[in-house]
């Protein structure tokens, strides 16, 4: 028996649900197909503006009308963007889902467009745009990336620039909303309290009238070797993220990778944590990661130092690196990677809103839906040469180090040559 319920509605909308009966709350979101990587030029950062502005209200409702709604039923709202989705979601009492629903409904299918709504709106991307910029990790990460994907759709910020967003006009913003947005680029995920019927005959009731077509995607490989992307700053503390090409999210070597990350970089009894922390005290955070799309996907450690030990870290990372694809990991390794991703998958498998975003984000994808046990059981299969041999695959490769902090670009070029 499945985990989840899956309808399609006639004009394509999809309904996804997965009930947790023990549960008086319920998790709603409404994923669309469309991040940052699928803007035009003359689009960069559409996709979080319009993220900021569909809040702003509709022709009928106010921004003022939807937050007190929202605020006075005790719910949780908000939205997210990245390179390839937009969710816009909901967390409350079951008994007050229509409402919520149909609040959501409505900025997704009928927003305003209020020249002053979007003047103000804008001030408020410039605000996070610089807090972003404030923040060296935030930098540091966005430094790796844009020179990772140095001309590559997933390169693209995506917050925009401060150019892009002060040119942003109210033609482009609803005219990629007009292009993106749509029922068959749209998917509702609910997790908890909810029955499916009530939930597919709502979605009939809101959505229904809604029509559009689908949206496609343009994707290429990338082809960027090794690069240093640098962002030069007085900084008491260096934040480096050394990396490199990953994989999509759909290979099948994704669960011994994740095996991989964890072992290597994933809590305070990983290589990374015990080498660079604990053994020498070199970091207050180190870290790795791997972030996967449709097309490819990167590998990466973060970590925060003093310049001038810069070079012992990247040295001890490098070593770390080179072990793995030479020794690969012990047997007590990968069981406590095993037991790791069991009790992270069980804890995540109790909060509702954590349940909705797996559903949503996995149908929005195309991914297969797996419940706890089918995913456990593609970690337990996992051994210990399947993990050497992806990091052969992963960490040979052309390298990319993103830095925030007094370097100029000739002091870090050779840790990535």
């Known amino acids: 028996m499945t985990h989840f319920q899956l309808t399609t509605l006639p004009n394509g909308l999809r309904v996804i649900t997965e009930q947790m009966p023990t549960l008086r709350s319920v998790a709603v979101g409404c994923w669309v197909d469309t991040g940052a990587r699928d803007e035009w030029a003359t689009e960069a950062g559409a996709s979080h503006f319009l993220e900021h502005l569909l809040f702003k209200g509709t022709e009928d409702l106010s921004a003022r009308h939807i937050s007190e709604t929202f605020d006075g039923m005790g719910a949780e709202s908000n939205a997210f963007t990245s390179k390839e989705q937009t969710c816009y979601w909901a967390r409350l009492v ?23 709504e979007i003047d103000s709106e804008r001030q408020v991307v410039f605000e996070e745009i610089n807090m972003h910029e404030d923040d060296p990790q935030d930098s540091a990460f966005e430094a790796f990336t844009r020179a990772h994907y140095n001309g590559h759709a997933l390169g693209k910020p995506v917050l925009g620039t401060r150019e892009s967003i002060g040119a942003m006009t109210r033609d482009a913003l609803h005219g990629y909303w007009d292009r993106r947005y749509g029922p068959r680029s749209t998917v509702v995920a609910l997790a908890g309290a ?12 809101l959505f229904g009238e809604w029509s559009g077509d689908g949206v496609g995607h343009e994707y290429h490989p990338n082809t960027c070797g090794a690069s240093v992307g640098l962002v030069e700053r007085e900084t008491e503390q260096a934040h480096l993220v050394l990396g490199g090409d990953g994989m999509g999210r759909s290979d099948d070597r994704r669960w011994a990778l994740g095996v991989l990350n964890m072992v290597l970089g994933v809590g305070m009894s990983s290589r990374l944590f015990t080498s660079v922390r604990e053994e020498r005290g070199l970091a207050y955070a180190i870290f790795s990661f791997n972030h996967s799309y449709a097309d490819n996907g990167l590998w990466g450690v973060y970590v925060g130092t003093t310049p001038a030990q810069t070079g012992q870290v990247m040295e001890i990372i490098e070593d770390q690196l080179s072990q793995l694809m030479k020794d690969g990991i012990t047997e007590a390794e990968l069981e406590k990677a095993r037991g790791a991703a069991r009790g992270s998958l069980a804890l995540a498998m109790e909060d509702s809103r954590s349940r909705m975003i797996r559903l949503g984000r996995d149908e929005i994808c195309g991914l297969e839906h797996l419940s706890m046990d089918e995913r456990l059981q593609r970690l337990l299969s996992v051994d210990r040469d399947q993990v050497m041999e992806v990091a052969g695959q992963m960490f040979s490769g052309p390298r990319t180090l993103g830095a925030v902090g007094p370097f100029v670009e000739s002091d870090l070029i050779g840790y990535v040559e």
């Open 94 to 116: 079951d008994e007050d889902l229509p409402v919520g629903l149909r609040l959501l409904s409505e900025m997704l299918q009928r927003p305003a467009f209020r020249q002053n």
């Open 194 to 205: 909810v029955e499916h019927t009530e939930a597919v005959e709502l979605a009939e009731e």
